[in-house]
């Protein structure tokens, strides 16, 4: 039996968790093209969205590991409003 890898941009949900939060500042001004781009380098996923200004910033990001970007975005302000949600089990009708 293969493995058969799945190209991300072929496969809807090559990155099942749609990962959501807001970055309130901390102790230094936020830098959204900063936070992008670490995102960008250090996660697999995509559909990254970072907008906002130096006090408050909104992060989307699909990726199949929420925690490590969760983890990543808390060392950079203080993280709020957090969702995450399984798009697999909600294209299946159930509960994300």
Not at 50 to 67: R, S
Request: aromatic share 10%; glycine share 6%.
């Amino acid at each position: 039996m293969g493995i058969n890898s799945i190209d991300a941009e072929d496969d809807q949900f090559a990155y099942r968790y749609d990962t959501q939060l807001l970055i309130d500042r901390r102790d230094k001004d936020l830098d959204e093209d900063e936070i992008s781009d670490y995102i960008t380098d250090h996660f697999e996923g995509n559909s990254l969205i970072a907008a906002g200004d130096e006090d408050l910033i909104k992060i989307h990001f699909h990726t199949n590991e929420p925690w490590k970007v969760l983890e990543y975005c808390n060392t950079v302000g203080e993280i709020y409003d957090i969702v995450v949600e399984d798009m697999i089990r909600q294209s299946n009708g159930l509960q994300g």
